[in-house]
């Protein structure tokens, strides 16, 4: 039988716990539950900034399609406090490693664990075009695989910011038929021959110029003002944020990087495992298109490879008397 249980928020931090999840979101709260469950003491650091808190609904999760993200996160809380880990509102702003983990919060405490799952996520960086930030998740959106079947069928216009803006607007155009790039900071001349037979053989039009700004008209977006005065009707724009990734804790640890198009990410194993001893990494932390259903997914496979280690940890020492 459910229980409606309250979230247990800043507690007593004292003493050590066995885990502290860096991170409250999808990853963060996934692997909070499967430590919980482990029966292993566990705290939850949520700074309470979820990368997709712009979007109403989120989508392609199983069971959970059109649900709100905050609704979703708050079962989750929910969920977690029923084994009894502990949540803490707060951020950590700095961790060093003595033995344990000692993660410093902004508000003035110190956590200690014997692990660490960082899932501290990305933030998107937005074009700045006059707009785009207040409409960003409602009809300006970046993933059509989170908000396409929502939209479907509409007239969609992708801002491009780098040449990979050519394939965002391919990919669009699985979802209409009405689709015009707008190349914004891009050249022509950066197009390859490839790229224009291809966006020629979707139906993508392409239309040369800087976007200066959007037309909204009763709170929905309605088109693309260009910076020589022209305008297209759109209803539908698809941006492409640049990625930061939340890196400052496995920077500090002295976590192994790796380069990508997206930003640099940690280096680490199938299970999430850095290349730091005794911490891991799940959800947006670790790549750039973890989504909700990736994020907790991987939330529990790095907590699942935890609970391993601990065990194993601890009967060793116990061998070693």
């Not at 999808?26 to 029966?39: D, E, H, I, Q, Y």
């Not at 799952?117 to 933030?123: A, E, K, N, Q, S």
């Not at 790549?287 to 909700?292: I, L």
Request: aromatic share 6%; net charge negative; hydrophobic share 45%.
């Amino acid at each position: 039988m459910t229980q409606n249980v309250t979230p247990t928020e800043n507690k007593d931090l004292t003493g050590t716990y066995d885990v502290v999840v860096v991170g409250g979101g999808a990853a963060g709260l996934s692997a909070a539950l499967v430590l919980g469950r482990a029966r292993l003491r566990a705290l939850v650091v949520d700074a309470g900034e979820p990368r997709n808190a712009p979007s109403d609904h989120m989508q392609g999760y199983l069971t959970r399609d059109g649900m709100a993200p905050a609704e979703f996160l708050a079962l989750g809380r929910e969920e977690i406090a029923r084994y009894g880990v502990e949540l803490v509102r707060d951020r950590a702003v700095d961790v060093s490693r003595d033995g344990d983990f000692a993660v410093r919060l902004a508000g003035g405490d110190t956590v200690r664990g014997r692990r660490l799952i960082v899932t501290t996520g990305l933030r998107d960086e937005l074009p700045a075009v006059p707009g785009v930030a207040e409409r960003f998740g409602r009809d300006v959106l970046h993933c059509p695989f989170c908000h396409g079947w929502e939209v479907r069928g509409e007239r969609f216009g992708v801002l491009a910011t780098t040449p990979l803006s050519v394939h965002q607007a391919l990919m669009v155009s699985g979802w209409s038929d009405d689709v015009t790039l707008f190349l914004h900071t891009v050249a022509e001349r950066e197009l390859s021959d490839d790229d224009l037979r291809r966006l020629a053989a979707a139906g993508v039009k392409v239309v040369p110029g800087e976007v200066a700004g959007l037309r909204v008209e009763d709170d929905r977006l309605t088109g693309v003002r260009l910076a020589d005065g022209t305008a297209h009707d759109r209803s539908v724009l698809f941006v492409a944020p640049k990625a930061v990734p939340q890196t400052g804790l496995m920077e500090r640890l002295g976590a192994e990087l790796q380069e990508t198009p997206f930003g640099a990410y940690p280096v680490v194993d199938p299970t999430g495992r850095t290349s730091v001893p005794g911490v891991w990494t799940a959800g947006n932390a670790m790549g750039f298109a973890e989504q909700v259903v990736h994020a907790a997914s991987g939330g529990y496979r790095a907590a699942a490879a935890v609970v391993g280690d601990l065990i194993m940890s601890d009967l060793d020492a116990a061998i070693a008397g």
